[in-house]
């Protein structure tokens, strides 16, 4: 499976992006998909994850309320919708797919078999 992110940019606090990853593979809607970023300095770290089932999608703390992520199977492509943007946002944002399901904590810890090349953003204050 090979994913493509996009949509990455600079924007000033309380803007919005919106992030786009499309997935190659014909059954993308078995599996798995997430949103991960990493900011300069730090590790990589969970920010969204929606199960192949779509029954719920699990949030970072940090981020609820705030960002919102969708996929459309038919399409191949999953969104990550991100609003009320804060400085401490910027960072590389990848997208991931897995083969299996997670729950709770899982979405952390858990193996992607699948990472897109990430797509970058910056918010200025």
């Known amino acids: 499976v090979q994913l493509q992110a996009s949509g990455g940019g600079l924007v000033q606090a309380g803007g919005f992006l919106r992030l786009s990853c499309t997935g190659s593979r014909g059954t993308f809607s078995r599996l798995s998909l997430g949103w991960f970023r990493q900011a300069p300095g730090k590790e990589r770290e969970f920010v969204s994850g929606?199960?192949?089932?779509?029954?719920?999608?699990t949030y970072a703390d940090s981020v609820k309320g705030r960002f919102t992520m969708s996929r459309d199977n038919a399409k191949n492509t999953v969104i990550l919708q991100l609003d009320g943007l804060k400085p401490e946002d910027t960072a590389v944002y990848y997208c991931?797919?897995?083969?299996?399901?997670?729950?709770?904590?899982?979405?952390?810890?858990?193996?992607?078999?699948?990472w897109g090349q990430g797509t970058q953003v910056t918010v200025s204050s």
């Open positions: 929606m199960n192949w089932s779509s029954t719920g999608t």
């Open positions: 991931a797919a897995a083969t299996r399901r997670f729950v709770g904590s899982a979405w952390k810890t858990g193996v992607f078999e699948y």
